[in-house]
């Protein structure tokens, strides 16, 4: 995959990072890369430093990660068993009764710092919203004071070219995004 074409330069771990599909179905996770993810996300930002971020992390060949395999939706359910590890972002609800507003956005936070630290260390990921937050819960327990926000596929990248065809044309179609300006609502 080629670097995206940015309007004003940004780090190169940004511009060369991609959601993959295709992972390889036999290489173990790297377990220093994912610990090093994982610290990442740790060191998100958060409002007053509650750290609402929680994860599940699941290898596969276990049973959490079957299960998180099993609560996904349609085509993730076709790609997504390959990657080494499914991690789920779940965010903390409250804190002594007093509902977070900030809690999925700082959870947000802690998934892009683990994905930009999973690039750098030679892992891929792709996030996914498409699995079924109940049974999510139920497998692991949540109860209401969890709510998973994401899952994360990460691993190594698999080979694309001997990847089913529906799955190396999404990994060939070059990256785009709306132009900034028409993301600012204001720049004054």
């Given amino acids: 995959m080629s670097p995206a074409v940015t309007e004003a330069p940004i780090l190169d771990v940004l ?3 991609w959601s993959t599909r295709i992972f390889d179905n036999a290489a ?7 610990a090093s993810a ?3 996300a740790r060191w998100a930002p958060s409002a007053n430093n509650t750290q609402p971020w929680r994860f599940v992390v699941a290898r596969r060949g276990s049973e959490a990660h079957a299960a998180i395999v099993d609560a996904l939706m349609g085509f993730n359910q076709a790609w997504a068993a390959d990657a080494g590890a499914l991690i789920v972002f779940a965010t903390v609800t409250s804190l002594d009764g007093a509902p977070l507003a900030w809690a999925a956005y700082d959870t947000g936070q802690a998934a892009a710092h683990f994905t930009v630290q999973a690039h750098a260390s030679g892992l ?5 919203g498409g699995f079924d937050r109940d049974r999510i819960g139920e497998a692991f327990g949540f109860g209401d004071a ?9 691993g190594a990248l698999g080979d694309v ?3 089913p065809a529906s799955l190396r044309d ?6 785009t995004r709306r132009p900034i300006a028409d993301s600012v609502v204001v720049d004054a």
Avoid: G, K, N, Y
Wanted: no cysteine.
């Fill in 161 to 163: 070219d001997a990847a």
């Fill in 146 to 154: 969890l709510v998973a926000m994401t899952v994360m596929a990460v």
């Fill in 38 to 40: 994982l610290e990442a």
């Fill in 124 to 128: 891929h990921t792709h996030q996914m």
């Fill in 28 to 34: 173990p996770i790297d377990e220093d890369a994912l």
């Fill in 15 to 17: 511009a060369e990072r």
């Fill in 170 to 175: 999404r990994e060939s179609t070059p990256r």
